[in-house]
């Protein structure tokens, strides 16, 4: 198949379990996702989830949905860039640059949408509360089954909002298959016989639940298939997707640790400078005396330069990167590789071990593995593996219907219903989930 015939597959706009959309100029299947995804209940809890300093004080800082919303901005940008010479070089037809800009911005503006609360502490408090629960043990659930909580993530509970939480009498969101395997940066289950190689394989990017409707997505999409039927080589535009995520948290969250004095305006500076390839002392610079302003200039101008070396890298290496024989990251090929491990560096060293973010996300771990306690306990007796307390059907009225099977009732698959209490904690903001918690173990009690 020529590179124009795989690149026409790829940008499907084949929608999961609705068909082909239909096509409309004024607001293309691809716009229409970014809009279906904005609307959604799931993304606008991103306000109070975790991207670095968990339940901030200051309105400055960023939350996983100003993340995501600059993400999306750069991804945009940076997909038409590319597609602008993908589309010349192939002459693809009835395609535009924006077309790829709108795919990788919805993708991005989702791409952290299955995060739970307490951000990458929460998916470890998650994983640890199962492996201890002995409840994987005493149902004898598969092995691919068992992986999916012991080794649970954030990427596979986002592509299962998308396609089956949200709006799930639809099911879900119904997005084109373009979109969604642009958003799904680990094409495979938590769980193979056999061990991956390359950035695609380091994580798992849907759950056994899942397993078919990923499946279409890849088969839709034309990924190239790694293990028959269950794990494939990224779709192209995730690596943008990629470049778009660490361009931003990388470089905004050193703006963000600036500001709340976890690292001198002038370190700051410095990074940023060597990123953008400008000199602290001249340019426009000279003229900003503000140290706030000097560093958003300097955020701006550094996160262009990663996307246009990120671009050219990609260009670069297109034959490889859509026939899967690229499996790396985009930055890491960069010539700016260097200055982004230093800011990487100096993030792990101050930013990300900060004491008052320590201490929430430690907090973190009582919340949630508390929370998973008491409800699938209560569940675990509403499915009738024991007698109920009065407490625990007390909390099968407290647990959303949404997250029980038809008839309000627990779901007799033990998996399934395990993954369900799963859903109803990720899906929590940082605030309700200690909020609940406290209430729970009666902390704190509802006021008049």
């Not at 199962?130 to 068992?146: I, N, W």
């Not at 969101?173 to 395997?181: E, G, K």
């Amino acid at each position: 198949m020529s590179l124009a015939a795989t690149w026409s597959k790829l940008l499907s706009a084949e929608r999961l379990g609705a068909g082909a959309a239909p096509f409309a100029p004024e607001r293309t299947a691809f716009q229409q996702d970014y809009d279906r995804i904005v609307f959604t209940s799931a993304f606008r809890r991103l306000k109070d989830k975790t991207q670095v300093f968990p339940l901030s004080k200051s309105d400055y800082v960023r939350t996983r949905l100003t993340h995501s919303l600059e993400a999306s901005c750069v991804g945009r940008s940076l997909g038409a860039l590319v597609g602008r010479e993908i589309i010349a070089r192939h002459r693809l037809e009835q395609v535009e640059s924006a077309d790829f800009g709108a795919i990788v911005g919805a993708a991005c503006l989702a791409h952290d949408i299955g995060n739970p609360p307490f951000g990458h502490a929460g998916e470890d408090a998650i994983r640890e509360w199962f492996k201890a629960s002995g409840l994987l043990e005493q149902h004898a659930l598969s092995a691919a089954e068992r992986a999916d909580f012991e080794r649970y993530e954030g990427n596979a509970q986002g592509f299962r909002i998308l396609t089956r939480l949200q709006s799930p009498a639809n099911p879900g969101l119904q997005l084109t298959a373009a979109v969604l395997a642009t958003f799904t940066k680990y094409p495979r289950p938590s769980h193979l016989d056999i061990e991956l190689d390359g950035k695609s394989g380091g994580k798992f990017g849907y759950f056994q639940h899942d397993a078919e409707s990923f499946r279409r997505v890849a088969v839709t999409t034309g990924l190239v298939e790694r293990v028959p039927g269950q794990a494939w080589r990224r779709h192209p535009l995730a690596l943008l997707v990629e470049v778009a995520d660490d361009a931003c948290y990388l470089i905004v969250d050193l703006e963000d640790a600036a500001r709340l004095g976890f690292v001198p305006y002038r370190d700051a500076e410095q990074l940023l400078a060597e990123i953008a390839g400008i000199s602290v002392s001249a340019g426009r610079l000279e003229r900003l005396f503000d140290a706030k302003d000097r560093l958003e200039y300097l955020r701006a101008k550094a996160i262009g330069q990663l996307l246009e070396s990120a671009a050219a890298v990609f260009l670069e290496n297109e034959a490889a990167i859509v026939e899967g024989r690229f499996d790396d990251e985009l930055l890491g090929q960069s010539p700016l590789a260097v200055p982004l491990q230093a800011v990487l560096k100096l993030a792990k060293e101050t930013i990300y071990t900060a004491r008052p973010a320590l201490e929430i996300e430690t907090a973190g771990f009582e919340v949630l593995g508390g929370l998973l306690s008491l409800f699938t306990a209560a569940v675990e007796a509403g499915a009738g593996c024991r007698r109920k307390t009065t407490r625990e059907r007390m909390l099968l009225e407290l647990l959303p219907r949404q997250f029980l099977a038809h008839g309000g009732q627990p779901d007799t698959d033990p998996y399934v219903r395990l993954l369900q209490v799963a859903d109803f904690v990720a899906g929590m903001t940082d605030s309700y989930a200690v909020d609940l918690y406290r209430k729970l173990k009666g902390i704190d009690l509802p006021g008049e």
